[in-house]
């Protein structure tokens, strides 16, 4: 049954250019080369020794096409997703603008049954897809996570959110057009069912990193409202862009988008560690720590932990837990007096002969049996 859900999904979710825009020729040195199906595609030159065309293999057994254009001037490395009906045939130009633009090092890749890649797209194809260009990246070109920056255009925000979320530290993520899921595409609904995909709404809290989105707000395909939603449960988001006129497949044509990305990029070149773990921390506003024990009392309060308190915090052998907080326990515990070395909880006192006649049990302050012995002269009477 869940199969046969995600092939329904992958018919209206995936639209793969018929025929590819490109081929893939091996030349006589062996290395890959691109050749263009329509004459009305660019063509990347020859003897480019700035493009690498790559055949990388996924878990899943396919293989998929990738082109990795290298920057000399590049800190930083973006990782392209694409969107729905187009391949990287049609693609390479804009690469190309991005790369000089942006200054970055650019590897772009086509999922399963795209261009030249093998196999049949659906979303799990598409997480090995990018799994796989993520590892390509890290053993062949030396790319840690802490440079790298992912990019997902429309159906690629679902490939990307997924890399995302499981990688801590991140440099940053940008969301072109990005989705919520797929059925709420479809059907502009507000809940997920079992032939829902690209369930984004659930990954973008999981991303711990700056996250850009880039929305048309006469986007006719993605609503603006996913874009909206995206950019309100990140946990840390990015000054967005919402381009004023903008529709689905046209956003780079406006000079906002190129200028907006630049900004995102040479803050992201220039973000250090103590930078960002500021900005986390001011996300998650955690509070401020302090050494009294009026602190520790309400993080360790037995009031919110149901079924395993906390024992004493100044007394590790008393075998009764305290709470500041709850009335079956006066005046907070009998661990209060600074002087104690064991607690007089215990019905037998093990240095009192008499059985404990002394113990402060019977005593409305609750001290401490030991304290109360050093305070006790050869007599038997008390010091005052």
């Known amino acids: 049954m869940g199969c046969m859900f995600s092939q329904l999904a992958a018919k209206f979710s995936f639209f793969p250019p018929s025929p590819p825009t490109y081929q893939i020729k091996k030349s006589e040195n062996g290395k ?34 990738a082109f990795y254009l290298k920057n000399p001037c590049a800190r930083l490395t973006v990782l392209y997703s694409h969107g729905n009906a187009t391949d990287l045939g049609q693609l390479y130009d804009l690469f190309v603008q991005l790369k000089v633009n942006l200054r970055v090092n650019l590897m772009g890749y086509d999922y399963s049954g795209y261009g030249a890649s093998t196999g049949k797209p659906s979303e799990s194809n598409t997480y090995a897809d990018i799994e796989a260009v993520y590892e390509y990246l890290q053993t062949e070109y030396g790319i840690s996570e ?15 959110l997924h890399l995302a979320a499981k990688l801590p530290r991140l440099r940053g993520v940008v969301l072109h057009s990005g989705i919520l899921s797929g059925l709420r595409v479809l059907c502009h609904v507000n809940f997920s069912f079992c032939v829902d995909i690209y369930k984004n709404i659930n990954k973008i809290q999981k991303v711990k990193c700056p996250v ?16 909206n939603g995206l ?66 009392t309400s993080d360790w309060c037995c009031c919110k932990i149901k079924l395993c308190q906390p024992k004493c915090f100044k007394c590790p052998k008393c075998p009764k837990p305290r709470c500041s907080k709850c009335c079956w326990w006066p005046n907070g515990s009998c661990c209060l007096k600074p002087s104690h070395v064991n607690c007089c909880w215990k019905p037998k006192c093990p240095t009192c002969l008499l059985g404990c006649s002394c113990c402060c049990i019977k005593c409305s302050e609750w001290r401490c049996c030991v304290g109360i012995h050093n305070e006790l002269n050869g007599s038997g009477t008390r010091e005052v």
């Open 32 to 65: 890959l080369t691109v050749v263009s199906s329509s004459s009305s595609m660019p063509i990347p030159v020859a003897d480019d020794t700035s493009l690498d065309v790559l055949l990388i293999d996924t878990k899943r057994g396919n293989k998929i096409v």
């Open 231 to 296: 950019w309100k449960m990140a946990r840390e988001p990015y000054e967005p862009l919402w381009i004023k006129g903008g529709g689905h497949c046209n956003l780079e044509l406006f000079p906002d988008y190129i200028r907006h990305l630049c900004k995102f990029i040479y803050e992201m070149e220039n973000m250090t560690t103590e930078i960002r773990l500021k900005r986390i921390r001011q996300s998650l506003r955690l509070p401020t720590r302090s050494n009294t024990s009026s602190s520790v």
């Open 212 to 227: 850009l989105v880039i929305h048309g707000t006469e986007d006719d395909v993605v609503n603006w409202l996913h874009g």
């Open 146 to 160: 802490e440079d790298l920056i992912l990019y997902g255009q429309s159906v690629g925000s679902g490939p990307t």
